[in-house]
């Protein structure tokens, strides 16, 4: 059960998994992810539980938004982080006072979590549920879970989950009014926080202490703890820890009598109580704004007060508001002549009263019985240990005999295994050098066809120039002798000459081009693109190199070109374009030739299979070690060719 005593509050403090504190633009980009189609559940699921951690302090109503979200999808996704999403349930459930229900969720979060796994998630499940027996008559069992924690955490080593675990510990001994080791754990808690750079739990702890400052009288140390934790408050811009704050701010103020000031901090904390929209956090500031008023004599504001609070939660107001509130209230009542509503509250001071003093004998008779069953394990512990130790002895001997078994099998074992490897790596071996042969073998007879083709091409070309186009020139020189007769025929003869003369040279030239033969790669594709140029009609031919400087063999340099020109010639033939583009780009050790085009296209799956030309290049590609990609619709036709320096034959 939740309730202040002699003015204490109890703060209970839960730091979620996803916990921190964060721009409005990233929780701007977490919500927007939710809408996206394309983002998996999993991501969403992750996000919305990280939205629930940013909200938990400061929007109860967005804490569940997103926490049913993250349920709904978990559930749809093989339970995905569901131990999370019953995790952030509990903590709602637990705020808006329904006890049960945050049990119940809490209990589902442990029975799903990893506790091998996620350790530090199963101690932070634990504490949560721990948290929630704060007050109540099941005080062995909220060690138990915070002590559990507590181990948890010491194994991981995380100094920040130890301290969160310490000030709970000290908000257990301060409900069972034991205040010096309530103190003492709070200090453990301040140096673990202060380590793990916790400001917003460094608050919380300030918080606490003053509490104990103000119950001692110990107005310096108050004001030192509350200038300190304001200064927090105002930096990281919690909810929960500046309500907190300017509660025990104006607590304070009240002692020193600074009626206006003590006013104002209560009013402070009632606004962010508000922002957070907890009912208990709201009904608490309107209790201690009553008891503000009753203290300096304005009764009709004080009992208005008490109204207000009671009216947050009027199922739970007995449970939740101090037995001293209900003792500043009677007076309240006193002080207008209500005497009958001045009993009224009396007696339910009273009966609160009576209720602690039987929770504590309760928390007592808990306390004892679990020091009992303490005791009683610890004895059956040493028997069973006395136990272990005879087994052990008996398995030691047993130990002893199969060892010898044990390594004769691993070393026959390890021996087989070597045989094996060294087996496989020798066939290993002989198929990588049978793969070197066969490779070997493909590229001489690539090699054979195409310097024969080469030598073919150098006969036909040597015969066009000189035979076919010298006695073209022979014919047109006897041709000339006759032009002095104005014969127009003659005329029209010695023009078509010039023609063929011109085609056989470009012919001649394309099989053995001069610049290939004298230059390289590029001049050779330039001169090749700029006489097509001249030739051909409707079709413009453009050549481009982006990069590096190609080197490469001569012969490489040649099967490339062969490329180029059969691809070139294709697209002439039977695109029917009316753009063909030539592009060599050079960087590193990578060289990528293109040719496009922009005429009808064809289907690739299409092509006759005895096709001479798309066989000459594959087998030029095969040649250069290089790869082929193309495109052909009935935009165009796209060939890429990909060529690695490092691979090139002849290298």
Request: glycine share 4%; net charge positive.
């Amino acid at each position: 059960m939740f309730r202040t005593k002699e003015k204490l509050l109890l703060i209970i403090i839960s730091f979620t998994f996803y916990c921190g504190f964060s721009q409005s633009k990233q929780i701007d980009s977490l919500k927007l992810s939710l809408t996206n189609a394309k983002i998996h559940d999993t991501i969403k699921i992750k996000n919305c539980l990280n939205l629930a951690g940013r909200f938990g302090n400061r929007s109860l109503d967005s804490l569940k938004k997103y926490t049913l979200i993250a349920i709904d999808l978990s559930k749809k996704n093989n339970d995905f982080l569901l131990d999370g999403g019953y995790y952030f349930m509990g903590l709602y459930h637990r705020d808006i006072g329904e006890i049960n229900k945050a049990k119940e969720s809490y209990k589902k979060a442990i029975q799903l979590v990893d506790s091998v796994a996620n350790k530090q998630k199963f101690a932070q499940i634990l504490s949560a549920y721990a948290n929630l027996l704060s007050g109540t008559d099941e005080l062995d069992e909220q060690i138990s879970y915070f002590t559990r924690a507590l181990k948890i955490k010491e194994s991981i080593g995380d100094k920040s989950k130890i301290a969160i675990t310490q000030y709970n510990f000290s908000n257990v001994y301060r409900h069972a009014g034991i205040d010096t080791l309530a103190i003492d754990y709070l200090k453990r808690a301040m140096s673990n926080a202060e380590a793990s750079g916790q400001k917003g739990l460094k608050a919380h702890i300030l918080n606490n202490l003053t509490i104990f400052a103000l119950k001692n009288n110990e107005l310096e140390k108050a004001n030192t703890y509350l200038m300190e934790s304001e200064k927090i408050c105002k930096e990281i811009g919690s909810n929960l820890l500046c309500f907190n704050t300017f509660l025990q701010k104006g607590r304070y103020l009240d002692k020193l009598k600074k009626i206006g000031e003590a006013e104002a901090a209560f009013f402070t904390s009632l606004e962010y109580a508000k922002k957070r929209g907890v009912p208990q956090d709201i009904m608490l500031a309107h209790t201690y704004l009553g008891k503000h008023y009753e203290l300096f004599n304005n009764p009709k504001k004080a009992i208005l007060n008490f109204k207000k609070a009671q009216e947050q939660d009027p199922a739970n107001a007995e449970r939740i508001m101090s037995p001293f509130s209900y003792m500043s209230w009677s007076r309240a009542e006193s002080k207008l002549g209500n005497y009958k509503k001045s009993n009224e509250y009396l007696q339910k001071h009273v009966k609160i009263m009576d209720s602690l003093s039987s929770e504590k004998n309760k928390k007592s008779l808990a306390n004892a019985e679990a020091k009992y069953q303490t005791a009683k394990k610890d004895k059956e512990i040493a028997t069973k240990q006395l136990e272990i130790k005879e087994k052990e002895t008996e398995i030691q001997k047993e130990k002893a005999q199969n060892n010898y078994m044990l390594g004769a099998i691993v070393f026959l074992t390890i021996a087989t295994i070597l045989l094996v490897v060294l087996f496989k790596q020798r066939q290993k071996r002989k198929n990588q050098e049978l793969l070197t042969l066969r490779r070997e073998f493909q590229i001489k007879t690539l090699e054979s066809l195409i310097e024969g083709e080469e030598k073919e091409r150098h006969r036909v070309a040597r015969e066009l120039h000189d035979g076919v186009n010298g006695d073209l020139a022979a014919i047109k020189y006897k041709l000339s002798t006759l032009l002095e007769m104005n014969n127009n025929v003659i005329k029209e003869a010695i023009t078509m000459i010039d023609d063929s003369c011109k085609q056989v040279r470009a012919i001649s030239h394309n099989l053995i081009p001069p610049s290939l033969e004298n230059f390289n790669l590029l001049e050779a594709t330039q001169v090749y693109c700029s006489n097509l140029n001249e030739v051909t009609q409707n079709l413009e031919i453009t050549f481009q190199h982006l990069g590096e400087t190609i080197e490469i063999p001569k012969k490489a340099e040649v099967n490339a070109f062969r490329i180029i020109q059969e691809l070139v010639t294709n697209a002439i033939r039977h695109a029917e374009a009316s753009q063909i583009d030539v592009q060599i780009s050079s960087r590193d050790n990578a060289i990528q030739i293109t040719v496009e085009d922009d005429g009808k296209g064809f289907d690739k799956n299409n092509v006759k299979s005895d096709g001479i030309g798309l066989s000459n290049v594959q087998s030029r590609v095969d040649y250069l070690n290089a790869t082929t990609d193309f495109i052909s619709n009935n935009q165009g036709t796209s060939y890429t060719i990909d060529i690695d320096k490092d691979k090139v034959n002849g290298n």
